[in-house]
């Protein structure tokens, strides 16, 4: 064989890369990553700030609209106290040191969560962190934080009860979309392609009902380690899936 058509060959096996619109990330696996070290937990969730920078990149780098990171669930609340003050401070460095980054890339960050239980000063902060980057029309950056995927269909449950009690709605009018609206998430396309890194593959309460027909991909590495070849690697995977929806016909992811 040719060295050319040896080239050829293995650009033919290369999927086109398709950019997904949304890509939700599970950034899972700080504590291990830190245990293999011999570090503290802390210092697995220091490397993670820093491999969520590095995505952020990747995403504008590479067209992706919609970035959602899960950095914290409404279980999260079961681990030791300080575990919980270190990564809830971990978020405020993150806002004081990358705000005016985010803002010159063009980055409009949202919060998505349960703000029950916050403390008003980090409640500030992320009103603080929405208001300031709210016109910029680059990536959307979603942080779940403090959020769980049933919490947030019961919320919505509490919001379409008290229209339907104030006589604003009438039961048969309530659609997908009336759900939808009243999602954290509201306005923003469900998730193409959610990562899942560490080896676990599960959802742990991620984006429940956005993730009715996203396309699920678990790596192995730890999140501190997931760089831009896993990056490539993933979205090559993403490429050759085939999307149906139910039907018979692939659609382009
Ligand atoms: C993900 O890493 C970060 C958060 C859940 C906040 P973990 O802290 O879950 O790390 P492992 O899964 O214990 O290794
Ligand atoms: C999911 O990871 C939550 C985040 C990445 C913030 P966990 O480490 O909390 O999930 P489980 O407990 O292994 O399912
Ligand atoms: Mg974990």
Not at 7 to 21: F, G, K, N, S, W
Not at 187 to 202: A, V, Y
Request: glycine share 6%; aromatic share 8%; proline share 4%.
């Amino acid at each position: 064989m040719s060295s050319d058509s040896a080239i050829t060959a293995e650009t033919a096996q290369r999927p086109r890369l398709r950019i997904p619109a949304h890509i939700g990330m599970i950034m899972d696996g700080n504590g291990r990553w830190a245990k293999a070290r011999g570090k503290l937990r802390t210092e697995g969730h220091i490397e993670g700030v820093k491999a969520l920078r590095n995505l952020v990149e990747l995403c504008i780098n590479y067209g992706v609209a919609n970035l959602t990171v899960f950095s914290f669930s409404s279980e999260n609340w079961t681990r030791p106290r300080d575990e919980i003050a270190f990564i809830f401070n971990l978020l405020r460095r993150f806002v004081a040191s990358d705000l005016q980054k985010l803002i010159r890339n063009n980055v409009k960050v949202r919060i998505i969560g349960s703000r029950t239980g916050l403390e008003p000063s980090l409640t500030r902060l992320i009103d603080d962190v929405e208001a300031k980057t709210a016109t910029n029309t680059g990536l959307t950056l979603i942080v779940a934080f403090n959020y769980g995927g049933k919490a947030e269909i019961t919320d919505a449950t509490r919001l379409i009860a008290r229209e339907v009690a104030a006589g604003r709605l009438n039961p048969d009018d309530i659609t997908e979309a009336t759900v939808e609206r009243a999602l954290y998430t509201h306005g923003i396309p469900d998730p193409d392609l959610i990562i899942r890194t560490s080896g676990e593959q599960r959802i742990s309460n991620f984006l429940l009902w956005q993730a009715a027909y996203s396309e699920f991909v678990f790596v192995d590495e730890y999140w501190p380690d997931f760089d831009e070849a896993s990056f490539l690697r993933v979205l090559e995977t993403f490429s050759l899936r085939d999307r149906r929806y139910g039907g018979i016909e692939a659609k382009t992811p």
